[in-house]
Nanobody
Framework: QVQLVESGGGLVQPGGSLRLSCAAS????????MGWYRQAPGKQRELVAI???????RYGDSVKGRKTISRDNAKNMVFLQMNSLQPEDTGAYYC??????????WGQGTQVTVSS
């Protein structure tokens, strides 16, 4: 069973940066895709970015080039570098992993608040 631990959220001023991290632990599985989703207050959870074990990335329509996803396959970790943050980036950011076997696992979320 995959277990996820997220870190790196917090309060940041507009224009600032944050780096989110998510570590997957457990054994007996192979992680295929890792990604991040955001849920803003009162809105549905939406894709921010995903990355495959081969390094192929896909970003959500709202990302606008200010976020970069990366992963460390050896450590089963995924990162989200967020630059030039704006208030509309505020929300809970959830790590998402698809593993075989095991399927999809969600993290508990880390809060990002962009405010002056």
């Amino acid at each position: 069973q995959v277990q996820l631990v997220e870190s790196g959220g917090g309060l940041v001023q507009p224009g600032g940066s944050l780096r989110l991290s998510c570590a997957a632990s457990g054994s007996g599985f192979s992680i295929k895709t890792m990604g991040w989703y955001r849920q803003a207050p009162g809105k549905q959870r939406e894709l921010v970015a995903i990355i495959t074990d081969g390094g192929t990335t896909r970003y959500g329509d709202s990302v606008k080039g200010r976020k970069t996803i990366s992963r460390d396959n050896a450590k089963n970790m995924v990162f989200l570098q967020m630059n030039s943050l704006q208030p509309e980036d505020t929300g809970a950011y959830y790590c998402n992993v698809y593993a075989v076997p095991g399927g999809i696992t969600w993290g508990q979320g880390t809060q990002v608040t962009v405010s002056s």
